[in-house]
């Protein structure tokens, strides 16, 4: 469907990857519809890039039928199986100078998209960005600031027990073009994380992780289906990576390959 006439060039590229969310693929593209109005209203062409893959007939006709898009979007079916590669689907279809990624189920703050751009205008070398802070609500209710890696929170060997961040991410199209996320498929390899590797490998090629100050990202917490949950129940571990390779060097907390 892309609509092209009378369209600009996005600046920004939203990646939104699809399973089987069913009806909350309806809340959540209303959620992204509005921050794209909001970002529209101060002359920002946002791209919404919808990944279906291997989307259940629910899901996929919820996100096809939505009342908010209006042509614009561009839909991306796939067969992959996993989301590291429905988002690297996503990314072939960008044509924004940036690009962000967003899961089909969740929801950001009205001003998401903005924020973003604005700090991303502020930051010079290779940078990804994270929303400032994450509400969780569903199977549990919670909220946390994420870390900066230029803050005083920061510690590199946190990231051998824990991922600082969640999923969604924020950079330029450059970078996700030159380090695209990698497929773990943990039922057959124990390995998972797609997200937590990915950052751990952009820290070691020397990319600094920010926040977009001011935004607020709803990060939906589920009984089942969550990918997430899976990995934990399988406990499953991120692939060998570079960040903790012997002779590394690390100087204070910036990655260098």
Same mark, same amino acid.
């Given at each position: 469907?892309?609509?092209?006439?009378?369209?600009?060039?996005?600046?920004?590229?939203?990646?939104?990857?699809?399973?089987?969310?069913?009806i909350l693929a309806?809340?959540? +593209?209303?959620?992204?519809?509005?921050?794209?109005?909001?970002?529209?209203?101060?002359?920002?062409?946002?791209?919404?890039?919808?990944?279906?893959?291997?989307?259940?007939?629910?899901?996929?006709?919820?996100?096809?039928?939505?009342?908010?898009?209006?042509?614009?979007?561009?839909?991306?079916?796939?067969?992959?199986?996993? +989301?590291?590669?429905?988002?690297?689907a996503g990314v072939?279809?960008?044509?924004?100078? #940036?690009?962000?990624?967003? %899961?089909? %189920? %969740?929801?950001?703050?009205?001003?998401?998209?903005?924020?973003? +751009?604005?700090?991303?205008?502020?930051?010079?070398?290779?940078?990804?960005?994270?929303?400032?802070?994450?509400?969780?609500?569903?199977? #549990?209710?919670?909220?946390?600031?994420?870390?900066?890696?230029?803050?005083?929170?920061? %510690?590199?060997?946190?990231?051998?027990?824990?991922?600082?961040?969640?999923?969604?991410?924020?950079?330029?199209?450059?970078?996700y073009e030159a380090?695209?996320?990698?497929?773990? #498929?943990?039922?057959?390899?124990?390995?998972?994380?797609?997200?937590? #590797?990915?950052?751990?490998?952009?820290?070691?090629?020397?990319?600094?992780?920010? +926040?977009?100050?001011?935004?607020?990202?709803?990060?939906?917490?589920?009984?089942?289906?969550?990918?997430?949950?899976?990995?934990?129940?399988?406990?499953?571990?991120?692939?060998?990576?570079?960040?903790?390779?012997?002779?590394?060097?690390?100087?204070?907390?910036?990655?260098?390959?």
């Amino acid at each position: 469907m892309p609509r092209e006439q009378g369209m600009s060039l996005p600046v920004l590229s939203a990646i939104v990857t699809f399973h089987g969310e069913g009806i909350l693929a309806h809340t959540s +593209l209303r959620s992204y519809a509005l921050s794209r109005n909001i970002a529209r209203g101060e002359g920002i062409e946002v791209q919404l890039v919808l990944v279906l893959d291997r989307a259940d007939e629910q899901t996929r006709a919820f996100v096809l039928n939505h009342p908010d898009l209006d042509g614009s979007e561009t839909v991306v079916e796939t067969q992959v199986g996993d +989301l590291a590669l429905a988002r690297n689907a996503g990314v072939a279809a960008c044509r924004g100078k #940036y690009i962000c990624t967003l %899961d089909g %189920d %969740d929801l950001i703050s009205t001003g998401y998209f903005l924020k973003h +751009l604005k700090e991303a205008g502020q930051l010079e070398g290779r940078f990804i960005l994270h929303p400032e802070m994450v509400l969780s609500f569903g199977m #549990y209710s919670a909220y946390n600031w994420q870390v900066d890696q230029a803050g005083g929170y920061y %510690d590199e060997r946190a990231l051998l027990a824990v991922n600082p961040w969640i999923s969604a991410s924020f950079s330029t199209r450059e970078l996700y073009e030159a380090i695209p996320y990698v497929a773990c #498929y943990p039922k057959q390899t124990g390995f998972g994380y797609e997200d937590w #590797y990915w950052n751990s490998e952009t820290i070691a090629r020397g990319v600094m992780h920010r +926040l977009a100050w001011g935004t607020a990202y709803f990060y939906r917490r589920k009984w089942y289906g969550s990918l997430n949950e899976a990995s934990h129940t399988m406990k499953t571990v991120i692939p060998r990576t570079s960040l903790f390779a012997l002779g590394r060097r690390s100087d204070k907390g910036q990655g260098h390959a």
